[in-house]
């Protein structure tokens, strides 16, 4: 049985995907911008805009069930590779006390041209 979560983001509806979905002990979190709950752009620092990443990705992992406990990879992808220290000090904050595998990539572009970082994650329940 595969469940499906989403977040309201307007790209969700637009692109037609979900921002979480569950199979089994798995949650697959997607592509996730830093978005504020009315659509608009994070404002701020690249800091900022992956603390906001972030949360709506955990928000999404335990909306079907999981928690930051159960996250065992993150993709990370950023417009700058000089935002690389900033960003993995947001990622240290958040997994100091259960660090999954990580990889972090610089891309050309985002959706908008405003983020300056995207990020994916995928969890593991326990059995």
Known sequence: MVER???GSPFERQFGF???LRT???ILVAGTGPVEDDGSSTPGDVAVQA???FTLALKAIERLGGSASDIVRTRMFLTDPA????????HARFFA???PVATMV???WLCRPEWKVEI????VLPA
Do not use: I
């Open 24 to 26: 089994g002990n798995r």
């Open 83 to 90: 935002d690389q220290d900033a960003v993995g000090a947001v």
């Open 97 to 99: 006390d259960n660090p």
């Open 106 to 108: 610089g891309v050309a």
């Open 51 to 53: 603390e906001r990443c």
């Open 5 to 7: 979560g989403f977040s």
């Open 18 to 20: 979900a921002r979480a």
């Open 120 to 123: 994916e994650a995928e969890a």
